[in-house]
């Protein structure tokens, strides 16, 4: 593992210890939420959309019908709508493909309670 994921799984659990709120942060071509439960990523088809999260950056490579290419942290990874694939150590959710815009929700595995 990373000192940079380290360091971003570390912040991550902070957070989710004393539960601090969702926080949002938009880039170019991207809006990321986040929030304990991970980050939930809405890519803008047709441009260069790259967002960093939980340590790791997640690119949008392609879309294929119903299946979504990304990079999430140097790994390629193909995954349909409505499934979950694992990439470089986090879930990887493909929520909905638009003609404009993907959603994506990655997440950890950690949870509190």
């Known amino acids: 593992m990373t000192v940079r994921r380290f360091a971003a799984l570390v912040l991550f659990s902070v957070f989710a210890l004393f539960g601090s709120t969702a926080c949002t942060v938009e880039g170019q071509g991207t809006k ?3 929030a304990v439960s991970g980050c939930t990523i809405t890519f803008d088809r047709g441009v260069n959309a790259k967002a ?3 340590g790791v950056d997640a690119e949008l ?3 294929d019908g119903n299946t979504v290419t990304l990079k999430v942290g ?3 990874v193909s995954v349909p709508v409505g ?3 694992p990439a470089d150590g986090l879930s990887v959710n493909v929520q909905s ?3 404009d815009k993907v959603i994506v929700k990655v997440t950890t595995g950690i949870t509190t309670g």
């Open 97 to 99: 493909v638009t003609a």
């Open 61 to 63: 490579v392609a879309v």
């Open 83 to 85: 499934e979950t694939k």
């Open 32 to 34: 990321t939420e986040c």
């Open 74 to 76: 140097g790994q390629q």
């Open 52 to 54: 960093s999260v939980l």
